[in-house]
């Protein structure tokens, strides 16, 4: 993970390998930058990635030697991770450089205000290909974020989207160059860091309040309920032919 500072805006980038997939050790990280964000004095958050990957999602070469108890450990930690982003209070944007598959929407999707380079990345929840379910943040912040009828076509199908058609069904804002990705994210978000803090920081939390509620509402049934979808047997034979294919 990389952090600069421009002005009051801190630019977080996610610099983990290859694809930039998702860890214990990239979560861990990922955890401490924001409560150091949150403890300084800046204004306002950009998130994005680097060499063509936004984020490729959970690392399934590691993931998938883990057993249930290890399993459990690790859900629960991004789970953290995600509401710690989500509820940053600050403006938060992301700028989906590349390729933002599974976890790596979810990420983008924590986020206030999405912009996505006009490249060939690709973007989507796509966990219902490999057998999986999703967990009940990604489910209810997904919900109060796109329009109901991209739920279908984005949660139960699994489609993954090319930037424009990431807009049309609400996952991003809007699309840009990508040479001016970066500058683009920053600038906006320094148009919301002008903003007064209090007033900002007090309606993003009203907004949130019923999505937050719902997200713990049967909090442990639901990630059992996850568990038991990674461990199921057609969720594992995809995953292994998955790291098969990631090996070569």
Not at 38 to 55: H, I, P, W
Not at 56 to 82: C, H, Y
């Amino acid at each position: 993970m990389e952090l600069e500072r421009v002005g009051k805006v801190a630019v977080l980038r996610i610099a983990a390998g290859k694809a930039n997939a998702l860890n214990e050790s990239l979560l861990v990280s990922l955890n401490r930058i924001l409560e150091n964000i949150n403890q300084s004095d800046e204004r306002a958050l950009v998130v994005t990635g680097e060499a063509g990957f936004f984020s490729a999602g959970f690392n399934l070469v590691e993931l998938s030697q883990l057993d249930w108890p290890a399993m459990e450990r690790f859900i629960r930690l991004f789970d953290k991770t995600m509401l710690r982003l989500y509820t940053m209070p600050m403006p938060v944007i992301a700028a989906i450089n590349g390729h933002a598959i599974a976890g790596g929407c979810i990420i983008a999707l924590q986020t206030d205000y999405r912009m996505m380079a006009d490249s060939n990345g690709k973007i989507g929840l796509n966990e219902t290909q490999l057998g999986l379910g999703l967990p009940k943040q990604v489910v209810e912040v997904l919900r109060a974020t796109v329009p109901i009828g991209s739920v279908f076509p984005i949660a139960l199908e699994g489609r993954l989207f090319s930037p424009h058609e990431a807009q049309e069904v609400g996952l991003i804002h809007n699309v840009v160059s990508p040479d001016a990705l970066e500058s683009r994210a920053v600038a906006k978000a320094q148009e919301l860091a002008n903003l007064p803090a209090a007033g900002y920081v007090h309606v993003k939390s009203t907004l949130q309040r019923p999505i937050l509620n719902a997200i713990e509402t049967d909090a442990e049934t639901a990630i059992d309920g996850w568990l038991d979808t990674w461990f199921s047997n057609d969720a594992q034979t995809k995953i292994k032919a998955a790291v098969q294919r990631l090996s070569r």
